[in-house]
């Protein structure tokens, strides 16, 4: 059995797309942890809008990549 990264993605594993929206997500979170927190004290915006919005424009990454054609070496 093999250990998961900090994403949750083993090596053998397929990555499909909507695994690479939710590790960008995931990153996302974790890197701009203190601007969020900061966004939420000020209450411009909430944590989930934030987010909410990175995953519309992450889905819409999904879609174009899942409609691309696929190259096969």
């Not at 990264?5 to 974790?30: H, K």
């Not at 942890?33 to 989930?48: H, P, Q, R």
């Amino acid at each position: 059995m093999t250990e998961k990264n900090v994403y949750g993605i083993n090596e053998e594993d397929t990555v499909t797309p909507i695994m690479v929206r939710d590790a960008i997500i995931q990153y996302f979170l974790e890197a701009h942890k203190d601007c969020l927190e900061l966004a939420i004290f000020d209450k411009k915006m909430t944590k989930m809008i934030i987010i909410e919005n990175v995953k519309k424009v992450l889905d819409k990454l999904v879609e174009t990549m899942n409609t691309q054609p696929k190259n096969h070496c």
